[in-house]
């Protein structure tokens, strides 16, 4: 059994690819998200046992929302529902060529951000778990949040339950210290969480913003990465966290809104060895060339679910092939709009093959 937990939102977004100047007044698009429920999602479709524990305010849009989480295969049964609080939103501005997106939160006073760690109850919902997935979305909300969040890794640690963190930073968020900025923030309450956990998980802005760990010669916005500085990078976190079994990290190169390559990297911290994919057929790195990009939100937890799954799945828990699946999981994510990535195992099964094609299956 799998358990996240976090802050699920409304995603809001103009049609097509249209800016909010150019939407509103007018339609738009309405789905869910949130790092660690796009996590639960993708593991529930992929047939796995997973539970989500949140706090939402009791109202019928937030009843909507989690219908559709429990719609997934999502367990739903130890979300806390408040009466004060509010549902988080946040709105995203789709990118194209030479224009990123753009994303806006409003999640001030949100149920998650105001609920403290004595409103869930933690050990029943750790009953049956081996996995615990957080990320530091969730403490950058607020300092309930964050001690919320920090208090049901200690229980899971106790219970004897795996920890996987994704670093996730999000500069917009780290806001509620009144003198610490929001790095010192994120370093200081993050260097609390670290030493609990088994995974981590991130990519080299995560690395500099909450590590101040650099890799060399590397420039995201030019679309040029030097691969083997990545190496350098994991190892450098795994020896400052001991706990630490492996380290992953996603290897984006932005070459443009539309186009990216995308890969990744799995260090396995006992034989001290990392592994990178997609490789060629002749068993060379090369990164997936993802063009016409429909949706890269949600891509850094498709990947983070992919890899859960693949550790826990016989046939791909070694640690090359669970590398592999967590890369072709979170490209063919590029192709969903919305958060969740809805695709099957059997897909990612197909593009880990070499099935790269894009044909009607029929």
Request: glycine share 8%; with cysteine; hydrophobic share 40%.
């Amino acid at each position: 059994m799998f358990l996240g937990f976090g802050e699920v939102m409304m995603r809001v977004c103009p049609e097509q690819r249209l800016r909010w100047r150019q939407a509103l007044p007018g339609r738009v698009e309405v789905t869910w998200g949130g790092g660690e429920a796009n996590v639960c999602a993708s593991l529930a479709m992929y047939g796995q046992p997973v539970r989500y524990v949140t706090a939402l305010p009791d109202n019928p849009v937030s009843r909507s929302l989690e219908q559709s989480l429990r719609g997934l295969g999502v367990d739903t049964g130890h979300i806390y529902w408040r009466e004060k609080g509010r549902l988080g939103v946040y709105y995203v501005e789709v990118g194209a060529n030479q224009r990123g997106s753009t994303v806006l939160y409003d999640r001030d006073h949100s149920a998650v951000s105001q609920a403290t760690v004595d409103e869930y109850d933690f050990d029943t919902a750790l009953e049956g778990v081996k996995w615990v997935h957080l990320s530091g979305i969730t403490p950058a909300i607020s300092e309930a949040a964050c001690g919320a969040n920090l208090e049901l890794a200690r229980r899971a640690r106790e219970a004897g339950a795996s920890i996987s963190c994704d670093l996730n930073y999000r500069n917009k968020l780290w806001r509620w210290h009144p003198r610490l900025s929001g790095r010192e923030l994120a370093r200081e309450c993050m260097a609390e969480l670290l030493p609990m956990v088994d995974l981590v998980i991130g990519n080299e802005e995560d690395a500099a913003d909450v590590l101040d760990i650099h890799p060399e010669k590397t420039d995201v916005t030019r679309g040029q990465l030097e691969v083997d500085s990545y190496q350098q990078v994991a190892r450098l976190i795994a020896e400052r966290y001991p706990n630490l079994s492996r380290v992953a990290v996603t290897l984006r190169e932005s070459v443009s809104a539309d186009h990216n390559n995308w890969s990744g990297m799995l260090l396995d911290v006992a034989s001290d060895q990392c592994f990178l994919a997609p490789l060629s057929g002749e068993g060379n790195y090369e990164p997936y060339q993802v063009n016409d990009i429909v949706d890269r939100v949600g891509a850094g937890d498709s990947f983070a679910a992919g890899l859960l799954h693949a550790l826990e799945s016989e046939d791909f828990s070694e640690p090359a092939m669970a590398i592999r699946f967590a890369v072709a999981a979170s490209c063919l994510k590029h192709s969903i709009k919305g958060d969740f990535n809805f695709v099957s195992q059997q897909e990612v099964v197909a593009l880990v093959s070499g099935n790269a094609s894009g044909r009607v299956q029929r």
